[in-house]
């Protein structure tokens, strides 16, 4: 929001919509209604600045009794242990076709996801019998195979 990237702020807020949705499927209980009901607060504060009517709505059907507007509330704060990343998931392709992800932990060394990258059934496949001419690592995005043969 700060830099201006709108594009950016509404695909995050279209994910956590979607999280939502798939956690809508699942079944009832008290504490999944609790974190359901927290989500769509958040979801809330989040699309006023960018949709102000559809969150002042929102809001008047999440909290009738409130009183208050969206603009009047808080911004939420994230919890700095819920942000931290325990591993990635990076692409492994062969000759620039995507052949599997492997899950690895963030800044691990090139060499390190390279064999985790080689270990992985679908690429270990694709590679059989052919000779690696380059290997190429984008640290927590990607990794490729350059093969002949």
Sequence with gaps: MESFAFNVAVARVHELANAIAEHDQAPPSASLDLARREAMEVLTRLIAPMMPH???????RLDPQSGKLVAELPWPEAAQE?????????????????????????????AEVIEMAEREPNVARALHGKRIVKRIHVPNRIVNFVVTG
Excluded: C, F, K, S
């Design 54 to 60: 559809l969150a002042e709505e929102l809001h008047a």
């Design 82 to 110: 819920w942000l931290t990343v325990d591993t990635v998931t990076i692409a492994v392709q062969v000759m620039g076709r995507l052949r599997g992800t492997i899950a690895a932990p963030p800044d691990a060394a090139a």
